[in-house]
């Protein structure tokens, strides 16, 4: 695994001009407009019942969430495939806590004791 080509760094720099700009434009709205932003936000979350506004609305446009959306999207620019190509090898974190890429969960010891089990009509 090389250097990423100029191509992915010219990507990954236009990304990180939408974040900040995302981020700063989110910032000055929330010192200027707070009820507005409140209603705003409250809107988007009207299907989630544990949503509260007081927990998270100070998590919005700080700098955890700059570096949270940033490597999210930076991840995104790489996991491409083409047409026929196989499919991007992106981590997952099991039920048990135990992080690993999804060709290693699809392939694991478990995995095929499991499928084995179904195949069979159960264990």
Not at 24 to 50: D, T
Not at 105 to 111: A, C, D, V
């Amino acid at each position: 695994m090389g250097l990423p080509g100029p191509g992915l760094w010219l990507k990954r720099f236009w990304v990180l001009l939408q974040v900040v700009v995302h981020v700063a434009v989110g910032k000055v709205c929330l010192i200027l407009f707070p009820e507005r932003v409140k209603q705003h936000i409250l809107a988007m979350n009207q299907k989630n019942p544990h949503f509260s506004y007081d927990n998270w609305a100070p998590t919005f446009y700080s700098m955890q969430y700059f570096w949270f959306v940033l490597k999210v999207r930076w991840q995104r620019l790489e996991d491409r495939t083409e047409p026929g190509g196989l499919a991007p090898n992106c981590p997952v974190v099991q039920l048990s806590g135990q992080r690993c890429n999804i060709w290693d969960f699809m392939h694991g010891e478990e995995t095929v004791a499991n499928l084995r089990c179904a195949w069979n009509g159960g264990c």
